[in-house]
């Protein structure tokens, strides 16, 4: 028990979980608001893509720059600035929806600004976590920052489906960018030894660019998850983000749609605790199979499912991308040189999300063509084709780690 919980003897990691689990909170209840904000001025599920997919666009179109950023400055100082920006963007977009302001265009411009946001913090507290912890110590603290954070996801999708539900979305915004200027706190509090880097003038963007490129091309493994999961975060982010709150209106209510998400992150939250003891050799294959209940909640929407099939869907799906979550985390941190990390995670960062405003604006027009359920339940047959496609990597399939933390090279099939 006592290595389960050594991380959280680190005042630094403390810190960094407490402002990231603050934000979480605030960001769990903005969806949900914005999403019906979006419907209710409206009507559109055309317009409610436009304004998600302009933030995920943004978020990859930046996510190049913030891994080079954050590989060259003090990360702790990036989650600070990121966090105080994320409360103005917010601050304005919970304005226009108090005011009534019916402008997507101008909704989706402040979405943009909010995923530039995020394109770098991700890389930033990703990076930072191997800073604030021993390397024996990866999996438990993977495993607890993402039980705070999903945690707070628990209290606030329910959380959120009341507040829009009884106050107006406009106040669920207002609480994000509350949330976001707390976690500025909490970032600042973060203090770790400096970390010699090179000077900016000594080496171009370019150059740390394509150094982060090329590293990234050499892990096999790394790549090909990366590519399957651009495939089903489009597919999911389609279905869930912009068909589940259609679906929600017309079955289970509002109200109800919050306490699904909420589902899920019960299951992210239990899955954190079963993956405090992960202790396997092939923990990225253990990872990668576990997602296939993903496609679950899908094929629940197109059933227009019960509100208890969709509780227990979106719970199992939550389950498994947990011990996903966990285990990439890991392996990318054990795997990847310090000096890359930050880099090749807002390769991640691209590969993965560089779909999901495809899927967010096309869900809308494809829905209008072919019907909502067939689309969903096309979603769900994506996601379970592209998992299929990872498990049949042999790179994916034997890279090995080791008892103490240490990795191994990968095994031929």
Do not use: K
Request: hydrophobic fraction near 60%; proline fraction near 5%.
């Amino acid at each position: 028990m006592s290595s389960v919980i050594a991380p959280l003897r680190s005042r630094p990691f403390r810190n960094l979980v407490i402002g990231s689990t603050v934000s979480r909170l605030g960001n769990s209840i903005a969806p949900v608001a914005l999403a019906f904000a979006v419907l209710d001025l409206t009507g559109s599920a055309t317009s409610l893509g436009i304004v998600v997919g302009a933030r995920s666009l943004a978020n990859v179109i930046f996510a190049l720059l913030g891994g080079v950023v954050a590989d060259r400055l003090p990360r702790n100082i990036i989650l600070v600035g990121s966090s105080l920006a994320g409360a103005v963007t917010q601050g304005l977009v919970a304005v226009l929806v108090f005011e009534r302001i019916d402008s997507v265009a101008l909704l989706a411009a402040l979405s943009a600004v909010n995923g530039t946001v995020s394109a770098f913090a991700l890389p930033a507290s990703v990076a930072l976590i191997p800073q604030t912890v021993p390397a024996e110590q990866l999996v438990p603290a993977n495993a607890f920052a993402r039980m705070g954070a999903n945690a707070a996801s628990l209290l606030g999708l329910p959380l959120a489906g009341v507040v829009v539900a009884g106050l107006g979305s406009a106040w669920g915004i207002a609480v994000d960018a509350a949330s976001f200027a707390v976690a500025a706190l909490f970032f600042g509090l973060v203090r770790i030894p400096a970390v010699e880097r090179a000077a900016p003038g000594e080496r171009s963007v370019l150059r740390d660019l394509i150094d982060g490129w090329q590293a990234f091309i050499a892990r096999t493994w790394l790549w090909v998850v990366v590519a399957a999961f651009g495939v089903l975060n489009m597919a999911f982010a389609g279905g869930v983000t912009v068909l589940g709150p259609v679906v929600a209106d017309e079955t289970v209510g509002r109200r109800a749609w919050g306490f699904v998400l909420g589902a899920e992150a019960v299951g992210f939250l239990i899955g954190g605790l079963f993956a405090l003891r992960l202790r396997m050799r092939r923990l990225l294959l253990f990872g990668v199979v576990c997602m296939l209940p993903l496609a679950l909640p899908l094929f629940a929407l197109a059933a227009y499912t019960a509100l208890p099939g969709l509780l227990v869907a979106f719970f199992v799906s939550g389950l498994g991308v947990e011990q996903f979550s966990v285990a990439w985390q890991t392996c990318m941190q054990r795997h990847v040189p310090p000096e890359l990390l930050a880099r090749l995670t807002s390769y991640d960062m691209v590969g993965s999300f560089i779909a999901i405003p495809v899927g967010e604006v096309a869900a809308g027009p494809v829905s209008h063509a072919i019907g909502v359920r067939p689309t969903l339940i096309a979603c769900g047959l994506v996601i379970v084709v592209a998992v299929i496609a990872m498990i049949a990597s042999p790179s994916v399939r034997n890279l090995l780690e080791t008892a103490n933390g240490a990795t191994v090279e990968t095994v031929s099939p």
